[in-house]
Nanobody
Framework: QVQLVESGGGLVQAGGSLRLSCAASGRIGSINGMGWYRQPPGKQRELVATVTSGGSTNYAGSVKGRFTISRDNAKNTVYLEMASLKPEDTAVYYC????????????WGNGTLVTVSS
């Protein structure tokens, strides 16, 4: 089995920065795509950013230029650097990874709350 553990959430003022981390452990052969989703209060979960095994990245329009996704394959970890945070970035942030053991399977973290005060 594979577990994803997120860290780095918290309360920050508008204009501030936070760094989220998500580390995978367990039965891991390799990891394909990694990324982050978020779910604002009362809204549906939405894609924030993804990074492929080759390092290609993709961002939601609302965070482009403010957020940076990166990965450390040696540590089975994905990061999300968030800058110039806005109150509308308030959400529970979930990481995901497509882990290859015998076959490829998606895994999710339990979520970490980011609150941006105005």
């Amino acid at each position: 089995q594979v577990q994803l553990v997120e860290s780095g959430g918290g309360l920050v003022q508008a204009g501030g920065s936070l760094r989220l981390s998500c580390a995978a452990s367990g039965r891991i052969g390799s990891i394909n795509g990694m990324g982050w989703y978020r779910q604002p209060p009362g809204k549906q979960r939405e894609l924030v950013a993804t990074v492929t095994s080759g390092g290609s990245t993709n961002y939601a329009g609302s965070v482009k230029g403010r957020f940076t996704i990166s990965r450390d394959n040696a540590k089975n970890t994905v990061y999300l650097e968030m800058a110039s945070l806005k109150p509308e970035d308030t959400a529970v942030y979930y990481c995901f990874m497509t882990v290859v053991s015998i076959y490829a399977k998606p895994y999710w973290g339990n979520g970490t709350l980011v609150t941006v005060s105005s």
